[in-house]
C-alpha cells in the first residue's frame, strides 16, 4: 500500500502503516546526525529544551553536501541509522513519531518504535538528488558550528519513502528476505 502523510504525526496516522509500504512524507521534516544527537542529549541530560519540538516530528538521518546557485539543497541522501541506536529510544519516549534513514536499527530501537506506535522509514541509499528534489526549503536551526551535520528544518513535499520498521513489530529487513525465499519455492 501507499500512503500519504503530512507532519506532525500522530499514532493514528501512523498504525496502518505496515514495513514495506511506501510513504509520500509532507510537510516539516528535521535533520540529525551523530554529533547533534550527542547534544541534544546534553540538553535533555540538564533539563534544557531541544532545538524543535519532538512531539509527532519526523528526524531525517541526512548531512547534506552544500547547494548549488539556484538549489535549495545540495545531494541529500539518508545515512546508517544504526549509530544513532543508543539515542533513540529517548527521544521515542519523548514523542518523536519518525525516523528516517537507512539500515537496521537494534532490538532496543525496535521495542521502542512499537512501545510509542513510532516508525522507522528508509530514504533510498546512494540518490540523494532524488531524495533532495522533494526538499522545498531548507534552515539551519541549531549548531551551524556542526556544518553538514547542523540541525535543519526542511519542508518536504511527496518524500518517497519505505516503511522498514512498524508500530506493530514488523521489519523490513526480516519479512522482505522471508517473502524472496518463499517466492523461489
Known sequence: MQYQLNTPLTREALAPLRAGDTVLLSGTVYTARDAAHARMMELLDKGEALPFDIAGAAVYYVGPTP???GQVIGAA?????????????????LGLACMIGKGKRDQAVKASVVKNGAVYLAALGGAGALMAASIESCEIIAW???????????????????VLLDAHGGDLYQSGPEAYLQSLV
Open 144 to 162: 551551524p558550528d556542526l556544518g553538514c551535520e547542523a540541525v535543519r528544518r526542511l519542508r518536504v513535499r511527496d518524500m518517497p519513502l519505505t
Open 67 to 69: 547547494e548549488r546557485p
Open 77 to 93: 541522501g539518508p545515512t546508517t541509522a544504526g549509530r544513532m541506536d543508543k539515542f533513540t529510544p529517548r527521544l521515542l519516549d
